[in-house]
């Protein structure tokens, strides 16, 4: 499912996954846009800090996902075992504690809210030459496996 890049459209429809799907895990994948070759195992979300606009021209009241949320959400599932133990082929792999203030993270934090810890965000690079469609597919299919088998 693609989440608009908008805080309060995408806070909807996380929510609809929890309450409609009830998944034992969600998985988001954001673009990492800074990045060129690597990607990003998020470990947490984060709850305040939601100055910047989104798409819409729009940031969450109070710059915060979750009123009297708790500040920040880990992921039930390693991060850093996964990043530990996993390796990809012509791709860094980077454990990270920090997913930005931005709408990747405002979805992460709303994720593992509603989802009590059961989800993970990976960060992507963007498509190029060296990370095609195709690469990077499957190494979210060899990630992703390694955090179902932690579940």
């Avoid at 390796?87 to 930005?100: K, M, P």
């Avoid at 992507?124 to 992703?144: M, Q």
Wanted: charged share 20%; aromatic share 10%; with cysteine.
């Amino acid at each position: 499912m693609q989440l608009p890049v908008a805080y309060q459209k995408a806070k909807e429809q996380v929510i609809k996954i929890w309450t409609t799907l009830q998944p034992l895990l969600t998985v988001h994948v954001g673009l990492a846009s800074s990045t060129t070759a690597l990607i990003l195992l998020e470990q947490c979300g984060k709850n305040k800090g939601y100055q910047e606009r989104d798409a819409c021209g729009f940031h969450p009241e109070g710059a915060c996902c979750v009123r009297d949320g708790p500040e920040k959400i880990e992921s039930a599932i390693n991060m850093k075992t996964l990043w530990k133990n996993i390796s990809v082929e012509g791709i860094d792999i980077v454990f990270s504690r920090d997913a930005g203030r931005y709408v990747c993270d405002y979805t992460y934090y709303t994720s593992l809210y509603y989802g009590n810890g059961r989800a993970a965000f990976i960060h992507v690079p963007p498509l190029s030459k060296s990370v095609t469609a195709d690469f990077l597919g499957k190494a979210l299919h060899t990630i992703i496996l390694a955090m179902l088998e932690q579940c």
